[in-house]
């Protein structure tokens, strides 16, 4: 069992890096300050091998595409998937309707374009990709299923000032036995085709000049695994903007704060009304009813 296991997810997870046909709360955004905080990341060697191996997470597009470039590679991936299916088949009914799928697929992709620069929530606010953008900030983005071949996954294309920057593939890993849904054999898989990475707080990175590819657990939360490929030269342009328009710190309610007395100020003097106290006690006392024999 633990052997067919773990065939099964390394096929699963295969299948994405073969890049075949292919409140208002939303993504917390890096604050200036955090940033300067944070320690310099450390950076793993990646082998020639793995480096080809993440490549191919691009699945056939490339950073700085346009949403329409975007929709042209898919369609070009559709047609050679599709012509292969007309071409196995004289029925003209079954011809026609595979050609409406087509038509759907692309259509489809082309509706799910969202910009976050609308100023109001979005359906992505609260989902597996709230991480990963931010609200008034030039960014936008589309989504497809992928689940030709059996697969059930998902990948988003995330636009910054108009240009492709990023990809995040969800993986449904539903299928998977409870006792196998855990970090150590997602790391175990990914480090095994990907190579060692750098490994903090549930994810895995590899960083390359051309590349940073991420591998996170989003189990908990999402019972999924994703794997995002992005571009490392314009991630401070991206921070820098989520920077710019984060959102003011939350104030206390001044109702609330004046309860709470967060400076410690509005504190009762015991000493100086102590013998206030004391008259309370006695006069309670001397209007107690007396006690029956």
Known sequence: ?????????????????????PAVVHGAPRTQAAAAKKPKPRRTPVSA???????????????????????????????????????ATTDITVQDRLRRDKKNEVSRL?????????????????????????????????????????KNQRRFFFFFEGK???????LDVSILPEDKKNFAMFRSVMEGKYGP?????????WRTEEFEARAL???????????????????????????????????????????IDTDHKDHADVKANSDTVDGVIRAQR????PKSK
């Not at 008034?136 to 071949?149: C, F, K, Y």
């Not at 991206?238 to 959102?247: E, L, N, R, T």
């Not at 001397?286 to 009813?289: E, G, L, R, V």
């Open 164 to 170: 492709l920057w990023k990809m995040f593939v969800s």
């Open 110 to 150: 082309q509706q799910s374009y969202i910009s976050f620069d609308s100023g109001k929530p979005s359906p992505w606010d609260v989902s597996i990709v709230e991480d990963e953008f931010a609200h008034n900030t030039g960014e936008a983005m589309l989504e497809r299923w992928e689940n030709q071949s059996g």
């Open 49 to 87: 091998e793995h480096k080809k191996a993440l490549a191919e997470l691009y699945g056939g597009f490339k950073f700085g595409m346009t949403k329409d470039e975007v929709i042209a590679v898919f369609s070009k991936q559709l047609d050679e998937r599709y012509d292969d299916k007309i071409k």
């Open 286 to 289: 001397d209007s107690a009813p």
């Open 217 to 259: 657990d989003k189990l908990k939360t999402y019972d999924a695994l994703a794997l995002v490929i992005e571009d490392p030269r314009v991630r401070p342009r991206v921070d820098a903007a989520h920077a710019a328009h984060a959102p003011p710190p939350h104030e206390t309610n001044p109702v609330i704060k004046a309860v």
């Open 197 to 205: 990475g750098d490994v903090e707080d549930g994810r895995i990175t």
């Open 1 to 21: 069992m633990r052997r067919s296991c773990r065939i099964l997810v390394v096929g699963l997870l295969g299948s994405v890096a073969a890049g075949t046909a």
